[in-house]
Structures are given as structure tokens and as C-alpha cells.
């Protein structure tokens, strides 16, 4: 008959034996959920990458999204046009499921609904920008050095907003502690892009560019 050490031996390595057990399962869980974010953030990002041409739209206009922070501008409502992906799909259509999945991947994650609001919005943000400056390419470059500038605001917020989802994920008691900073950060830098979407597209919507426009999608 065992003693009580042995017992006591038995009882503290049961114990031990389940909480390791316990912690290895937590790990690997949250490893699939941080590589089932990392997955759908992927896809999201090569969306609008892998957008090549605007087309006249055809339809209802896309409903204003969730994600997007800030005031909305939707070149592609505005101008009439779909912003077309290399396999010829619509590039906001896709967009909108790929973020979607993003989405529910993220808040498995333990990501806070606010980081993927940033997240989402600065990639429809980006794929805006694309559209504006495929319709300047129409247009022969009518927005001259102004067009660099917006498109490099664009990646450089995008990338930021990116960054924040990412450190989210991998620091969340870091990003916690520093989240309202880092959130009045982006605020101010998607307001400064905003601005500079906004005087893109009251150029390319003069009168004289929008009926350019329309004659070379063949609207007329």
C-alpha cells in the first residue's frame, strides 16, 4: 500500500501533468488563431494588389463599408467605375468578403473590434486611392506630383493601420496599454488622408475630366 508520500508524489504530479497539459493546448491553440489571422490578413492585403483597371460599374453601388474610419469617399461611386482585379472580379466585392473572414478570424483572436476597424478601413482606403489614380491614368495624369503624394500617404497608412493589427495580435497587453495613443495617432494621420483624397477627386471631377472620362470608359 502506497504511503502518503507517494500519494501525495501521485496527486502533485496529476495536477502538474493537467495544468502542462492545459497550458500546450492553450498555446496551440492560440498559435492556429494568430495563424488564422495572419492567413486572412494576407488575402486582404493582395486584393488591392491585384487590382489592374477600372470598368464602368454596372449595378447598385457598393453599400458604404463598416470598417472604414472617418468620413467615407468612395471614388469608385462617384466616378461610376469597378475597380477590376487581374481574374477580371470585382476588386470591392472581394474585398468586402475577404474582410469579413478577417474579421472573424481577429475577434477569435482576442483583437479589439477598434484595431480591426483601422485595419479593414485602411486597406478600402487604399483600394479608394488605387481607383483614383487609375482614373488619372485614363485622364493622361492630371494630378500631376499631387498623385505620388496621395499614393504614398495611402501605403504608409495602410501599413501603419497593419502594423497596429499585427502588434495586437502578437503584444496584446502592450497594445492595450497603448492603445488610445496609438488609435488618436491614426485618427490624425486618416484625417490628413482623407484631405488629400478629397482634393484628388474635386480635380478629376471637373466638368471637362468627368466627360473625358465617360467617353473613354465608353459611357457615350
Given at each position: ?22 497550458y500546450l493546448s ?34 447598385q453601388s457598393p ?158
Amino acid at each position: 500500500m502506497p504511503g502518503w508520500m507517494d500519494l501525495a508524489y501521485t496527486t502533485a504530479g496529476g495536477v502538474v501533468g493537467a495544468a502542462v497539459t492545459n497550458y500546450l493546448s492553450r498555446n496551440q491553440e492560440r498559435r492556429q488563431l494568430r495563424a488564422a489571422v495572419m492567413q486572412q490578413l494576407l488575402r486582404v492585403a493582395t486584393v488591392c494588389d491585384r487590382v489592374g483597371d477600372i470598368a464602368p460599374s454596372r449595378g447598385q453601388s457598393p453599400s458604404p463599408s463598416r470598417y472604414l474610419v472617418g468620413e467615407r469617399l468612395l471614388a469608385t461611386a462617384r466616378f461610376g467605375v469597378t475597380a477590376v482585379l487581374d481574374d477580371g472580379g470585382d476588386a470591392e466585392q472581394t474585398q468586402r468578403e475577404a474582410i469579413s473572414d478577417l474579421v472573424v478570424a481577429a475577434l477569435s483572436a482576442g483583437i479589439p473590434r477598434t484595431v480591426l476597424d483601422f485595419a479593414g478601413g485602411g486597406e478600402e482606403r487604399a483600394l479608394q486611392c488605387k481607383a483614383i489614380e487609375l482614373i488619372d491614368v485614363r485622364l493622361g495624369g492630371v494630378l500631376g506630383e499631387s498623385l505620388d503624394e496621395l499614393m504614398a500617404h495611402s501605403e504608409a497608412y495602410r501599413q501603419a493601420t497593419a502594423q497596429h493589427l499585427l502588434r495586437a495580435l502578437w503584444h496584446p497587453w502592450q497594445t492595450r496599454l497603448r492603445l488610445r495613443a496609438r488609435l488618436r495617432a491614426l485618427r490624425q494621420d486618416v484625417d490628413a488622408l482623407h484631405r488629400r483624397q478629397q482634393a484628388a477627386m474635386s480635380v478629376l471631377a471637373q466638368p471637362e475630366h468627368t466627360q473625358a472620362l465617360a467617353e473613354r470608359l465608353g459611357h457615350l
